[in-house]
């Protein structure tokens, strides 16, 4: 990943366009759609950088390198469309809902492909998902002063999961605040839940081969026990923010009930050659709820790993 991407506070200042082409005006078009204060610029003569916090240049050689050698010289973030090596950032395909943005970028390589990217999630997404950010925004202080930190990212997840959002999705704002109000009281009242340890088949190491299940479990939890010889890509496929605690050869059942009963959703990512079935059953007899997750088989002939009811 050469480019890093970011989300910039259009409110922060002026953006900087360069340039009288077709595409400068795309790129004009798009940045007021966006609400941002544009100062135009026909080519690099008296460009006024003084409040700007990006540069947008469309005017072609020789301007488009002279924008760009004065905006790094500043340290202003600049993109010359169509031209990544003179770039500092690069503007991706969008899909806006509102307080819901996608950003789809290849690196500058290929941006029809992003664009297709963009109309394939564009048709994925509801229309009102932006508006269920919002409402969740508005009761997002409420929310911290009501749970402790590692009951928050639960109880966002049954809003996201639950009838909350499908009343937004559906239009019934006032039914979804409502609902949601009453959520956040009952959570004030809820006594504290144990967490769960799903005990997942990391398969043959590719994150493809991982099964759906087990996707849906890494990015739900909070941490992860791994051994060496579960594989780097497949560990990048967990919730960023998951605490990875790597393990060695032995028992660590007793970690793995310790971190549930703190309330957390552990997974502990078994390798393809590992029986998950000792640590189930010691986990059981600890009173710590257990889930086996399948993994993909290494080959044909293995025996694959199944789900404990």
């Known amino acids: 990943m050469r480019f890093f991407p970011v989300f910039l506070d259009l409110r922060a200042g002026t953006v900087a366009l360069v340039g009288d082409t077709e595409a400068a005006r795309a790129k004009l078009r798009l940045l007021r759609a966006a609400g941002a204060r544009v100062r135009r610029h026909a080519d690099d003569t008296d460009l ?19 924008v760009a050698a004065l905006a790094r010289s500043r340290r202003i973030p600049v993109n010359v469309v169509d031209r990544p090596e003179l770039s500092t950032f690069i503007v991706p395909a969008i899909v806006d ?30 229309a009102r998902i932006g508006e269920l950010a919002a409402l969740m925004g508005r009761y997002r202080d409420r929310v911290a002063a009501t749970l402790a930190p590692a009951a928050r990212r639960r109880f966002w997840e049954r809003v996201v999961d639950g009838p909350v959002a499908a009343a937004a999705l559906s ?34 190491g590719d994150p493809d081969l991982l099964t759906l ?10 941490m992860v026990f791994h051994d060496d010889a579960v594989s780097a890509a497949v560990l990048d496929r967990a919730r960023r923010d998951a605490t990875r605690v790597p393990v060695g050869p032995g028992d660590v059942t007793g970690q793995l009930a310790d971190a549930a009963r703190r309330g957390r959703q552990v997974v502990r990512l078994i390798a393809a050659q590992s029986d998950p079935g000792n640590d189930a059953a010691a986990l059981a007899r600890a009173g710590v709820p257990v889930v086996i997750v399948p993994g993909v088989t290494a080959a044909p002939d293995d025996t694959a790993i199944q789900e404990a009811a």
């Open 97 to 126: 809902r509102g307080d819901v943005v996608v950003a789809i970028a290849t690196g500058g390589a290929a941006p029809v492909l992003a664009r297709r990217l963009r109309q394939r999630i564009e048709a994925l997404l509801p």
């Open 48 to 66: 006024d950088l003084s409040d700007a916090i990006a540069v947008i240049s469309a005017a072609g050689e020789p301007i488009d390198s002279a």
């Open 171 to 204: 239009g019934r704002s006032l039914e979804a605040e409502a609902a949601l109000a009453r959520a956040i009281a009952a959570g004030r009242h809820a006594e504290r839940q144990r967490g769960t340890v799903y005990l997942v088949g990391a398969g043959p």
């Open 213 to 222: 299940r087990a996707l849906h479990v890494l990015q739900s939890a909070d």
